[in-house]
């Protein structure tokens, strides 16, 4: 589809954001497990006094319906089971969304598990989508605690990442989880997830020009 470029930016897999969605192995529990994705295509207004968060837009490519970003939200309970892709209320169609690399070698190896179930999973999954989409509220509630809501998120990240990297990851990999191993890796991720929680309360508040 084409999209107005002077009105909006155009985020696809060049962006940072989801280049990083793409490239992230612990990424694979969100998506795969709970089910949490990002559109391949994401639209951001240029202009307005707006944060980002109200700035972004999801367009539907087989109806043209442009979704306010907070449909797909923790807010409305849609952020998560979106394994197909993100619901168009308007059409009834999926919004394709980008697939982590890590997640793609899982399916590809374990298709043969599942493959045999693979249309009749996504049919009941399209099925509920309708019911989950009934009270949607496009209010966007007012910010609170804005501080400890960025600590909250980026050390639960943190410990997110920690988990996986530092203990999961190696155990596949049949690799020693050692006691100097566990202590670098935690102030290590500690930090990382402060810095990814105060990035994203940058990023979530910046105003459009």
């Known amino acids: 589809m084409n999209y107005d470029k002077q009105k909006y930016k155009v985020w696809n897999w060049k962006s940072p954001v989801i280049l990083h969605w793409i490239i992230n192995p612990g990424l694979v529990v969100n998506e795969l497990i709970l089910g949490q994705t990002i559109p391949k295509v994401m639209l951001i207004e240029r202009t307005g006094k707006k944060p980002f968060y109200q700035r972004s837009l999801v367009p539907c490519p087989h109806c043209g319906e442009l979704h ?33 690399l ?6 590809a190896l374990t298709f043969p598990i599942w493959g045999w179930f693979h249309k009749t999973l996504k049919q009941n999954w399209l099925d509920k989508q309708a019911d989950r989409y009934k009270s949607i509220n496009l209010e966007i509630p007012e910010k609170k605690n804005s501080t400890k809501n960025w600590l909250k998120k980026g050390v639960l990240f943190g410990v997110f990442m920690f988990v996986i990297m530092q203990i999961i990851f190696p155990l596949i990999e049949k690799e020693e989880v050692t006691q100097k191993s566990i202590l670098i890796g935690i102030p290590v ?16 508040n910046k105003k459009g020009k």
């Open 68 to 100: 306010l970003g907070v449909k797909y939200s923790v807010q409305n309970k849609t952020a998560l089971k979106n394994w197909y892709g993100f619901y168009c209320d308007n059409c009834s169609k999926i919004i394709p969304v980008q697939r982590n």
């Open 102 to 107: 890590t997640s793609m070698i899982v399916l």
């Open 189 to 204: 991720w500690l930090i990382t997830g402060l810095g990814w929680g105060l990035t994203m309360k940058w990023w979530m």
